[in-house]
């Protein structure tokens, strides 16, 4: 799985910390991420253009999540770790074991701390 997002979303703070600590800036998810099944995929066609000749023709626009998403179009923000093998930002693809040090490149470590404190 590939997951797209800016360079600007990538959070030091994690929003599995206790809940009174999270920040209000934080979408915490709606089902259980443990949770293999489809019931966290909403249709593609939410997100693709409904009369777009391809997206018709290729039967996107009233695809059953339950057939196996061909677009993942999720329900909420945080996606499991396991689920994802590769990252795609604005500037460029990057494995998620690299992603602490892109943190690391975009955030002071002082902030980080103090993030994490709040």
Same mark, same amino acid.
């Given at each position: =799985?590939?997951?797209?997002?800016?360079?600007?979303?990538?959070?030091?703070?994690? @929003?599995?910390?206790? +809940?009174?600590?999270?920040?209000?800036? @934080?979408?915490?998810?709606?089902?259980?991420?443990?949770?293999?099944?489809?019931?966290?995929?909403?249709?593609?066609?939410?997100?693709?253009?409904?009369?777009?000749?391809?997206?018709?023709?290729?039967?996107? *626009?009233?695809?059953?999540p339950s057939l196996g998403p061909l677009v993942w179009n999720l329900r909420w923000e945080i996606i499991p770790a396991g689920f994802v093998n590769l990252f795609l =930002?604005?500037?460029?693809?990057? *494995? +998620?074991?690299?992603?602490?040090?892109?943190?690391?490149?975009?955030?002071?470590?002082?902030?980080?701390? *103090? *993030? @994490?404190?709040?």
């Open positions: =799985t590939y997951v797209c997002l800016p360079q600007y979303k990538i959070s030091p703070v994690s @929003c599995k910390s206790p +809940p009174r600590s999270v920040p209000p800036c @934080c979408i915490l998810p709606t089902a259980d991420p443990s949770n293999p099944a489809l019931d966290w995929l909403d249709s593609p066609a939410k997100i693709l253009p409904p009369h777009d000749p391809t997206v018709i023709s290729s039967g996107l *626009a009233q695809r059953d =930002t604005n500037l460029g693809s990057h *494995a +998620p074991s690299y992603l602490y040090a892109l943190g690391r490149e975009l955030f002071h470590h002082l902030d980080v701390q *103090a *993030a @994490c404190i709040w």
